[in-house]
């Protein structure tokens, strides 16, 4: 599959997000910190010339990542539902401890598992395949405002991985990461923190 030069910008930090509460196909405000790391991660894209005049900028459909492109570029995106972020099922809304007391885990499960085995969940399968076909039907530079495992499964079908190779990608907002002839660079903008979920 041959993709044109893409950015990849995960959402700035949300309410849900401070609190580790899962959203999934839920939906929670930008927090100050979240609205200040949209303007920069778009600040930081044009001084690098990539803007709405150069890149088709395409949203996920979910507030926060719409809210994050427009703060970011000073326009409404393309609303594209394939990049909206991974269904967790009977979690939606519930934080780690919650998750953690009534559906335990095994010792040192690592969160592409966590996320795997959410009851009722969209499952990586389904968020993969519509990763896929996003990407195949890309015809120029875009940029794409997303989430943070819709983020990691783009990346990694975009440099030319499989599942297995899902967690050695970074993650974190306030990120960009930009992927050309399969060559993948992280691109980290003031503000920048570390990989709270959705």
């Known amino acids: 599959m041959t993709i044109p030069e893409i950015y990849v910008m995960r959402h700035g930090e949300t309410e849900w997000n401070a609190m580790r509460r899962m959203q999934g196909g839920l939906d929670s405000p930008l927090t100050e910190l979240g609205r200040a790391q949209a303007r920069a991660m778009g600040r930081m894209l044009a001084a690098r010339g ?3 005049v150069t890149h088709r900028i395409l949203s996920s459909p979910q507030g926060r990542a719409v809210e994050t492109a427009r703060l970011a570029f000073g326009t409404a995106p393309q609303p594209e539902p394939r990049l909206r972020e991974i269904a967790m099922g009977d979690w939606s809304g519930l934080d780690r401890a ?3 007391a009534r559906w335990p885990g095994p010792p040192g499960e690592h969160f592409i598992d966590f996320y795997a085995r959410a009851p009722r969940g969209e499952g990586f399968a389904a968020l ?3 990763c896929a076909d996003l990407l195949a039907g890309l015809d120029g530079p875009s940029v794409l405002v997303t989430h ?7 990346r990694t079908i975009a440099t030319g991985g499989s599942r297995a190779d899902l967690a050695r990608l970074p993650g974190g907002q306030g990120v960009v990461f930009r992927i050309s002839q399969g060559r993948h660079d992280r691109l980290a903008a003031p ?3 570390g990989d ?3």
Request: hydrophobic content about 45%; aromatic content about 4%; charged content about 20%.
């Open 98 to 100: 919650e998750i953690d």
């Open 191 to 193: 503000l920048a923190v």
């Open 50 to 52: 990539v803007g709405p």
């Open 128 to 130: 993969w395949a519509r």
């Open 148 to 154: 943070g495992m819709t983020s990691r499964v783009l």
């Open 196 to 198: 709270g979920g959705g």
